[in-house]
């Protein structure tokens, strides 16, 4: 071969080369960019999860309940929105057991029961309606502790004790808030023993939750047990006095600042005890807390300072004498 056919060859094929190799990076260009399209989106949506999650202080500290009503279902249902895109998010998860469960009580459940006098019907359709939230919201929290450890639902139904041990601190705030709406939604379901049957479920999920971490939020464990002690099966010792001792153990957790102690223990005690002062000393108490002194606990208090009221309104229909 001639020096200038050789040198000819050797071109066209560095000229091939380049192109084939154009093409190749071209392609694979193409992936990376399309992978990284998608670890963008991820990302965004990570972030935008994060910030979601974490927007709680947000909605405790407003003063305007009625405003917090109204928002809470689009905030609710963007939650999901991600959780539909990112459904391993625990801080979702969390938000989402919690927000749910705090909707319910809060205005749903509380608007059924001002009902009821004027509406039973509608009361009802209400209560059916908060169970379905409050069941929306345990399965948020199964999910959430399904995380760390696979097929805890099934296991916390089946061996509760057994269950909740393998649950450990990280695991308190989704512990409690599954607790707290399992447990809702077990009270206001009477009429129905397959959701019965979950109560010692409810009782592995709080009590495991006590023991890793009895101050948890300012003492909303104690808070739950003021109103779980009267009816929890086979305990021993006398239910009021573990009700009380979870009362005074709340509010030194608190220091005396959150109004729902006072009421929790009115409703569960006095009531049944058809103590008529004390539960009058204790919602007096609760309407006296300001508020504005814990802006962290604003809406909770404002929240529960309603209840109060309305139990102070139906005082004659709750004692007998």
Same mark, same amino acid.
């Given at each position: 071969?001639?020096?200038?056919?050789?040198?000819?060859?050797?071109?066209?094929? @560095?000229?091939?080369?380049?192109?084939?190799?154009?093409?190749?990076?071209?392609?694979?260009?193409?992936?990376?960019?399309?992978?990284?399209?998608?670890?963008?989106?991820?990302?965004?949506?990570?972030?935008?999860?994060?910030? /979601?999650?974490?927007?709680?202080? @947000?909605?405790?500290?407003?003063?305007?309940?009625?405003?917090?009503?109204?928002?809470?279902?689009?905030?609710?249902? /963007?939650?999901?929105?991600?959780?539909?895109?990112?459904? $391993? $998010?625990?801080?979702?998860?969390?938000?989402?057991?919690? =927000?749910?469960?705090?909707?319910? #009580?809060?205005?749903?459940?509380?608007?059924?029961?001002?009902?009821?006098?004027?509406?039973?019907?509608?009361?009802?359709?209400?209560?059916?309606?908060?169970?379905?939230? #409050?069941?929306?919201?345990?399965? #948020?929290?199964?999910?959430?502790?399904?995380?760390? $450890?696979?097929?805890?639902?099934?296991?916390?139904?089946?061996?509760?004790? @057994?269950?909740?041990?393998?649950?450990?601190?990280?695991?308190?705030?989704?512990? #409690? !808030?599954?607790?707290?709406? !399992?447990?809702?939604?077990?009270?206001?379901?009477?009429?129905?023993?397959? *959701?019965?049957?979950?109560?010692?479920?409810?009782?592995?999920?709080?009590?495991?939750?006590?023991?890793?971490?009895? =101050?948890?939020?300012? =003492?909303?464990?104690?808070?739950?047990?003021?109103?779980?002690?009267?009816?929890?099966?086979?305990?021993?010792?006398?239910?009021?006095?573990?009700?009380?001792? $979870?009362?005074?153990?709340?509010? @030194? /957790?608190?220091?005396?600042?959150?109004?729902?102690?006072?009421?929790?223990?009115?409703?569960?005690?006095?009531?049944?005890?058809?103590?008529?002062?004390?539960?009058?000393?204790?919602?007096?108490?609760?309407?006296?807390?300001?508020?504005?002194?814990?802006?962290? !606990?604003?809406?909770?208090? /404002?929240?529960?300072?309603?209840?109060?009221? !309305?139990? *102070?309104?139906?005082?004659?229909?709750?004692?007998?004498?």
């Amino acid at each position: 071969m001639s020096a200038a056919r050789e040198i000819r060859v050797r071109i066209a094929r @560095t000229a091939h080369f380049r192109k084939a190799s154009g093409a190749l990076l071209v392609f694979f260009g193409f992936l990376f960019v399309f992978e990284t399209g998608c670890s963008v989106r991820r990302y965004a949506i990570n972030k935008l999860a994060d910030a /979601l999650a974490n927007t709680g202080a @947000t909605f405790s500290s407003d003063d305007d309940s009625d405003l917090i009503r109204d928002a809470l279902p689009f905030s609710l249902k /963007l939650v999901e929105s991600l959780l539909a895109e990112s459904p $391993h $998010h625990q801080g979702l998860l969390l938000a989402a057991v919690q =927000g749910f469960t705090q909707y319910s #009580y809060a205005f749903v459940q509380q608007e059924a029961d001002e009902r009821e006098p004027l509406d039973l019907a509608g009361a009802e359709r209400l209560r059916a309606r908060v169970r379905r939230l #409050y069941l929306r919201a345990r399965n #948020y929290g199964i999910r959430g502790l399904e995380i760390r $450890h696979p097929d805890f639902g099934a296991s916390v139904r089946k061996n509760p004790k @057994t269950a909740a041990q393998v649950a450990s601190l990280p695991d308190v705030p989704l512990l #409690y !808030w599954t607790a707290a709406a !399992w447990g809702a939604a077990i009270a206001i379901s009477k009429d129905n023993p397959e *959701l019965i049957a979950d109560l010692p479920a409810v009782e592995a999920l709080i009590d495991r939750a006590l023991e890793l971490n009895e =101050g948890y939020d300012a =003492g909303s464990i104690h808070g739950f047990l003021i109103t779980y002690e009267p009816s929890r099966p086979g305990a021993k010792g006398n239910p009021e006095e573990r009700s009380r001792r $979870h009362f005074d153990r709340a509010l @030194t /957790l608190s220091s005396g600042q959150l109004a729902s102690p006072f009421v929790a223990l009115a409703e569960a005690v006095s009531i049944g005890k058809q103590d008529r002062k004390e539960f009058e000393s204790l919602l007096g108490r609760a309407l006296a807390i300001q508020a504005d002194a814990k802006p962290e !606990w604003r809406l909770s208090n /404002l929240v529960m300072q309603r209840r109060a009221r !309305w139990l *102070l309104s139906r005082k004659d229909e709750l004692f007998l004498e």
